[in-house]
């Protein structure tokens, strides 16, 4: 009865729902980075290696031997070629989240300044913004009366 009492708590408090929230904007996200990736940056980036594919790149230790058509025993390889696919790949991932956190920062910073007038500042920004002077007027006069 406990665990079933912490549950309703956990899932009434928010926690669930914030959970499935970020899970939901977290694929959708994932969306959007797979997008840049395989249609702006790689493009490019293959028209630079002109267009090699590193998946099968490999180093054979022993070749495969047939018999009579027959496969006797498996090729022996180091297969290379993918983990350097797999690195780029994931550098280009890397650099593509990193900068659209950036650009995300940058919008949210800017909405953030209660000086910008270009952008709408969130209430309690605004708020915050005008308590802080207002303590800081307080501030002065307190000092001021010293």
Same mark, same amino acid.
């Given at each position: 009865?406990?665990?079933?009492?912490?549950?309703?708590?956990?899932?009434?408090?928010?926690?669930?729902?914030?959970?499935?929230?970020?899970?939901?904007?977290?694929?959708?996200?994932?969306?959007?980075?797979?997008?840049?990736?395989?249609?702006?940056?790689?493009?490019?980036?293959?028209?630079?290696?002109?267009?090699?594919?590193?998946?099968?790149?490999?180093?054979?230790?022993?070749?495969?031997?047939?018999? @009579?058509?027959?496969?006797?025993?498996?090729?022996?390889?180091?297969?290379?070629?993918?983990?350097?696919?797999?690195?780029?790949?994931?550098?280009?991932?890397?650099?593509?989240? /990193?900068?659209?956190?950036? /650009?995300?920062?940058?919008?949210? @910073?800017?909405?953030?300044?209660?000086?910008?007038? !270009?952008? !709408?500042?969130?209430?309690?920004?605004?708020?915050? @913004?005008?308590?802080?002077?207002?303590?800081?007027?307080?501030?002065?006069?307190?000092? @001021?009366?010293?």
């Amino acid at each position: 009865m406990k665990l079933i009492k912490e549950f309703k708590e956990f899932a009434v408090k928010g926690n669930m729902i914030d959970i499935a929230i970020g899970l939901i904007i977290g694929a959708s996200f994932n969306k959007v980075v797979d997008v840049l990736v395989k249609e702006i940056f790689l493009p490019p980036l293959s028209f630079l290696t002109d267009g090699v594919n590193w998946e099968n790149k490999k180093i054979v230790l022993r070749d495969a031997l047939t018999e @009579n058509g027959n496969l006797k025993m498996e090729e022996i390889a180091i297969g290379y070629g993918k983990l350097i696919e797999v690195t780029v790949d994931f550098l280009v991932v890397g650099i593509t989240v /990193f900068l659209v956190v950036k /650009f995300i920062n940058v919008l949210r @910073n800017k909405a953030e300044d209660p000086k910008d007038e !270009t952008m !709408t500042t969130p209430k309690d920004i605004e708020l915050l @913004n005008k308590v802080t002077e207002l303590l800081q007027k307080q501030n002065e006069i307190l000092e @001021n009366k010293k």
